[in-house]
């Protein structure tokens, strides 16, 4: 884990500013809390799950400036003058983004707790440009840990949204899917 600034003290409460999902905050954080915890708890962004808290699990990863962060790993004061996106800013005025869209379409999901970490990890992913190939969508997402699906439909349904990326179809960068999908459904468990 990263250290505490130098000049901060593990018991004093921090000024912290940081923009969250495209809006500016300002909080007094205690020195000591971690980033999860920060969102869950002082902004109510519960989207954020905690599983081991020592970076063994991902159920927690952000993006901290585009990069896929896990977020126990990382004091919240750390954030001050940084920008973070968590899964609540995947969706769109209550529609699913393409990303979550093909999780469910692709059956990629059971319980969700760790859909979170996926979604975000597949979108820092997205950042860094490109098209990976199924394998390295596998290396990518090994920080991440499903105790329900398996991996397969996990990996599919990142593959299939790097394929139908409008982008990346436009500059003729869209990876041949390797396994066929599902077909959309439009709602319920199957
Ligand atoms: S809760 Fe952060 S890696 Fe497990
Ligand atoms: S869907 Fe349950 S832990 Fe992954």
């Given at each position: ?14 000024e ?11 909080v ?18 519960t ?86 190939s ?57």
């Amino acid at each position: 884990m990263t250290g505490l600034p130098p000049d901060v003290r593990r018991e004093e409460l921090v000024e912290t500013t940081t923009t969250v999902n495209g809006e500016l905050v300002t909080v007094a954080v205690p020195a000591r809390l971690h980033v999860a915890d920060f969102l869950r708890q002082h902004l109510g962004l519960t989207g954020t799950h905690v599983g081991c808290e020592q970076g063994a699990c991902g159920m927690c990863t952000v993006m901290v400036d585009g990069e896929a962060v896990k977020s126990c790993l990382m004091f919240a004061v750390q954030l001050d003058g940084r920008n973070v996106q968590t899964v609540e800013s995947l969706a769109e005025d209550d529609r699913l983004s393409p990303l979550q869209q093909a999780f469910k379409d692709e059956h990629a999901l059971q319980c969700g707790f760790c859909s979170p970490g996926f979604l975000m990890t597949a979108t820092a992913l997205a950042n860094q440009g490109g098209c990976p190939s199924r394998e390295e969508i596998r290396e990518e997402i090994a920080g991440v840990l499903c105790r329900c699906t398996g991996y397969e439909n996990i990996v599919t349904a990142i593959e299939r949204w790097f394929a139908e990326s409008p982008q990346r179809a436009a500059d003729g960068d869209a990876p041949e899917l390797t396994t066929p999908t599902r077909p959309a459904t439009t709602g319920g468990r199957r």
